[in-house]
């Protein structure tokens, strides 16, 4: 039989704990739909009112709390509610609603940059109150959707990236339970609690995998968690894109004439590239999944796809490599499926994976089990919308999750998108989800110039001026994310001064194409100029 895990964590309170788990949850801001339909009294006056009602609520739950509560309890809540009451949080929130912000979003925002700045301390007790300031985030947004945090079974032992202090003041330890959490601070209000009501408690544990129900045992004299056999320890996510470089010459990268260093990656669309691909001069800016998953058969077959993106991972080494995941639809039937409408009915590319999930399920679980081998990077085809990230990356939370419970190795890659549709370039300063951006030039010019498929080679040059024009405008809507392109564009020299002239620092082309990239780009500077003596 399986020995149980028992992970090393660091104490923050002592005493030994055990009971069934509980999963916390991390709080998210209503929807649209969902502020909509949020109790009446939440949104009757509306805009800046409600927000000055939820707040009021909040602060007579916070009042509440505190009766009859200790010394140390008190002087929690009572920072809690002169935070709440300070003016400037109002007033930044304000100045996001008269920019046309959602006073949901509006807050959320107002307050995920307090807690940003907190998490970015130098001191852990700063550190440490980020998760204060986001105890006050979730409990107003739960006044304005009229939805208030629920509690949690006695007993149990909570197991969450942390904790809020509002909530374990609310609790009932009295029938035992712990605390074991993936982050957290010995210095933070709740480990101060824990420890002043002899309540169990471990940090830094790390991401691990358990089911709500699954007993669980928190050992706060050694700094332990113990879990059930068959749970494991989740490795940590993967850096978004990290820098890659390019050897073009000993020890050096790729350089424009004037000294800015270039990233060159390769595009793959057969298997049988993977074995042609040499990871001592490039990685993968783009591999087009659709052309490895031809059919239904293959589309259903997580064993196949993981060893397919294994091996291409495992060739490119160290160095990054981007997958799409599955751009079918329109023009690119998968066999089996080709009575799906064209494009003319939006269903294709991230619509499509959306409206079919069982497809985007079974690939998102291989390419988890594909990130443990190497640097994976995920990108999403034909985004057009914001919510459509949102609503792949909470696929990929539910299938890791799920891989998790199965024991079996998995990574969540970073997730970015292609930018392929104009509308989506137009407004890229609004996809906070995405962890990177990459044009793609062939969709982009198409829709751009209103063009059949058929025709885009012959118009491609005459909407160029308008495609690159598009592109700089874009760039600088990417509030510092890695940007790249991946379309024909980036392999033809002609383009490069525009390109990089753009802002362009990451080109990833057919490998027949790179050499003459290479040479183009080491003649010209880095704002597309030619150098001197060329």
């Known amino acids: 039989m399986a020995e149980p895990l028992r992970l090393k964590a660091k104490s923050a309170s002592p005493g030994i704990a055990s009971?069934?788990?509980?999963?916390?949850?991390?709080?998210?801001?209503?929807?649209?739909?969902?502020?909509?339909?949020?109790?009446?009294?939440?949104?009757?006056?509306?805009?800046?009112?409600?927000?000055?009602?939820?707040?009021?609520?909040?602060?007579g739950e916070l009042e509440h709390l505190a009766e009859g509560a200790d010394a140390e309890s008190r002087d929690i809540i009572d920072f809690q509610i002169e935070v709440l009451r300070d003016p400037s949080i109002a007033e930044a929130t304000g100045a996001r609603m008269e920019a046309d912000e959602n006073v949901v979003f509006a807050w959320v925002a107002t307050l995920d940059a307090y807690i940003g700045e907190l998490e970015a301390a130098d001191e852990e007790q700063m550190r440490a109150r980020a998760v204060d300031i986001l105890d006050i985030k979730n409990r107003v947004l739960g006044a304005l959707a009229g939805t208030p945090i629920a509690d949690f079974p006695p007993g149990s032992v909570?197991?969450?990236?942390?904790?809020?202090?509002?909530?374990?003041?609310?609790?009932?330890?009295s029938k035992g339970g712990g605390i074991a959490l993936f982050a957290g601070s010995t210095a933070g209000h709740v480990a101060l609690l824990a420890?002043?009501?002899?309540?169990?408690?471990?940090?830094?544990?790390?991401?691990?995998?358990?089911?709500?129900?699954?007993?669980?045992?928190?050992?706060?004299?050694?700094?332990?968690?113990?879990?059930?056999?068959?749970?494991?320890?989740?490795?940590?996510?993967?850096?978004?894109?990290?820098?890659?470089?390019?050897?073009?010459?000993?020890?050096?990268?790729?350089?424009?004439?004037?000294?800015?260093?270039i990233l060159l990656s390769i595009n793959i669309n057969d298997p049988a590239e993977i074995d042609a691909l040499d990871p001592a001069t490039a990685g993968v800016g783009l591999m087009r999944s659709e052309f490895s998953i031809t059919s239904v058969a293959d589309a259903a077959n997580e064993e196949r796809q993981l060893a397919i993106y294994r091996r291409v991972l495992e060739q490119a080494g160290d160095r990054p490599v981007t997958i799409r995941m599955l751009d079918i639809g329109g023009d690119k039937p998968l066999a089996g499926l080709e009575d799906l409408p064209a494009l003319a009915s939006g269903l294709r590319g991230i619509r499509l994976l959306l409206a079919r999930p069982e497809i985007a399920r079974v690939?998102?679980?291989?390419?988890?089990?594909?990130?443990?081998?190497?640097?994976?990077?995920?990108?999403?085809?034909?985004?057009?919308?914001?919510?459509?990230?949102?609503?792949?990356?909470?696929?990929?939370?539910?299938?890791?999750?799920?891989l998790g419970r199965r024991a079996l190795l998995h990574r969540m890659p970073p997730i970015g998108t292609m930018v392929e549709v104009p509308a989506a370039a137009l407004m890229l300063d609004t996809f906070g989800a995405a962890a990177f951006f990459s044009f793609g030039t062939n969709d982009l010019t198409q829709y751009l110039a209103a063009s059949a498929r058929d025709d885009i080679d012959a118009d491609?040059?005459?909407?160029?001026?308008?495609?690159?024009?598009?592109?700089?405008?874009?760039?600088?809507?990417?509030?510092?994310?890695?940007?790249?392109?991946?379309?024909?564009?980036?392999?033809?020299?002609?383009?490069?001064?525009?390109?990089?002239?753009?802002?362009l620092r990451h080109f990833s082309v057919a490998p027949a194409r790179r050499p003459a990239i290479r040479s183009a780009i080491i003649g010209l500077n880095a704002d597309g100029t030619r150098a001197a003596g060329e």
């Open 363 to 402: 690939q998102a679980r291989a390419m988890l089990r594909a990130a443990v081998f190497g640097r994976l990077s995920v990108m999403l085809p034909m985004v057009t919308f914001p919510d459509e990230i949102d609503r792949m990356r909470e696929l990929f939370r539910e299938e890791a999750e799920k």
């Open 460 to 503: 491609a040059g005459k909407a160029a001026p308008a495609v690159l024009r598009l592109i700089a405008q874009a760039v600088k809507l990417t509030a510092g994310k890695p940007v790249s392109i991946c379309g024909d564009m980036a392999g033809d020299p002609s383009y490069l001064p525009g390109l990089l002239a753009a802002g």
């Open 19 to 59: 009971g069934p788990a509980f999963l916390a949850e991390e709080p998210k801001a209503p929807s649209a739909a969902e502020w909509q339909d949020a109790a009446p009294a939440s949104r009757a006056v509306g805009g800046y009112g409600a927000l000055e009602k939820a707040i009021d609520i909040s602060i």
């Open 158 to 173: 909570f197991i969450g990236k942390d904790m809020e202090p509002s909530r374990f003041l609310a609790h009932d330890w």
């Open 195 to 261: 420890r002043a009501k002899s309540v169990p408690m471990v940090v830094g544990t790390g991401r691990f995998s358990a089911a709500d129900g699954d007993p669980v045992s928190v050992d706060g004299n050694a700094g332990a968690v113990i879990l059930q056999a068959g749970s494991m320890l989740i490795p940590p996510l993967v850096p978004a894109q990290e820098p890659a470089g390019d050897t073009q010459t000993t020890g050096g990268e790729l350089r424009t004439a004037d000294g800015v260093p």
